[in-house]
């Protein structure tokens, strides 16, 4: 124990003692009330003074009281993950809602961190947002069916105007695949049918598909369809697949002045496709009809079993075989 101290510097501690325990009486419990909330192993245990003399530092205590109080405040609130199984979630409302009625949800396992992006396996959140179609919650709108979502800079531009005519264009095979499409800018409504208009009296291709009108980028600032290297004020060239379980499959990025392929999109739906059904994979620049290929996790002798075609090995880690 610290011996007392005496003369001036008696009054000094006395002074200090008092200051102290005015302080604690301004704080939401009392010092000798708060029970803290345990470290994992530890058993719990009142916080309590060493001694009634109080030989500590006035100003020691109150950074060890405020630490350990913060402890008991806010120990029971850190977020916890809410992933009941795989694609179950408790979906909760993130960010700012738009002027013009945007909404985003996100799981509250994406919440935690610090800033969510969509990621491949990732469920895509939610929203509700104005369209060239009306009011739609994309849930409602996409579950059950393939989700071809990209973004785009703007309307009434070169690039974005031959990407609409390409999409547009391959409707019928994009049905013949179960895909929907969808696309958002921050252009608002009226420009959006405007440049629908022009597309169909020009080049004879109507829009079909709705179109996202995200004029104060909430959702595009979300799934990172802004970028600061390229004009922030304009959404990027990206383009979202998303299965029937809404999952993303496929994300691309293309620079502003780069127009996306449709012959491409398709070719990556349909090597998906083959790729879920047979449990295989595609090689580079794989084509419908061309050899498929086993991962290399698995026994070439137990794979003969699930193929009736002959497993052609070039290399102890590649092995070609026909979808047939």
């Known amino acids: 124990m610290i011996a007392p101290l005496t003369g001036s510097s008696a009054g000094c501690g006395a002074r200090c003692r008092d200051r102290a325990a005015a302080a604690t009486t301004f704080a939401p419990f009392t010092a000798s009330a708060i029970r803290l909330r345990p470290r994992r192993g530890r058993p719990t ?32 609130s850190r977020p916890k993950p809410s992933c009941k199984g ?26 935690s ?29 996409a579950e059950g069916s393939w ?25 019928d095979a994009f049905a013949a695949r179960d895909i929907k499409l969808m696309s958002l800018s921050r252009d608002t409504l009226d420009d959006q049918c405007r440049w629908c208009d022009d597309i169909a009296r020009v080049f004879g291709t109507p829009v079909t598909f709705p179109m996202i009108s995200d004029i104060d980028g909430v959702i595009a600032r979300i799934c990172g369809m802004l970028h600061e290297k390229e004009d922030p004020r304009l959404t990027a060239r990206k383009s979202i697949l998303i299965d029937p379980a ?39 620049d794989w084509q419908e009809g061309d050899p498929l290929l086993l991962m290399h996790t698995e026994d070439p002798r137990r794979a003969r079993a699930r193929f009736r075609s002959p497993i052609d090995s070039v290399l102890p880690y590649l092995h070609l075989v026909s979808e047939d």
């Open 45 to 76: 245990a009142p916080f309590r003074r060493a001694n009634t003399n109080f030989p500590q530092s006035p100003y020691k205590f109150a950074r060890l009281w405020k630490t350990r109080a913060k402890v008991a405040w806010h120990g029971s």
């Open 147 to 171: 989700v071809y979502l990209f973004s785009h800079p703007a309307a009434f531009t070169p690039v974005c105007t031959s990407e609409m005519v390409g999409l547009a264009g391959g409707a």
């Open 86 to 111: 795989d694609g179950e979630m408790t979906m909760q409302f993130f960010g700012t809602r738009g002027s013009n009625e945007v909404a985003v949800s996100l799981p509250l396992a994406y919440r």
């Open 113 to 141: 961190k610090s800033h969510w992006v969509p990621r491949i396996g990732d469920v895509f959140p939610d929203f509700t947002a104005p369209t060239t179609h009306g009011k739609l919650r994309f849930h409602d709108w």
């Open 246 to 284: 809404l999952r993303l499959r496929m994300i691309f990025e293309y620079p502003v002045r780069v127009g996306r392929s449709v012959d491409e999109i398709l070719r990556v739906f349909d090597a998906l496709s083959v790729s879920d059904e047979l449990d295989v994979a595609t090689p580079s």
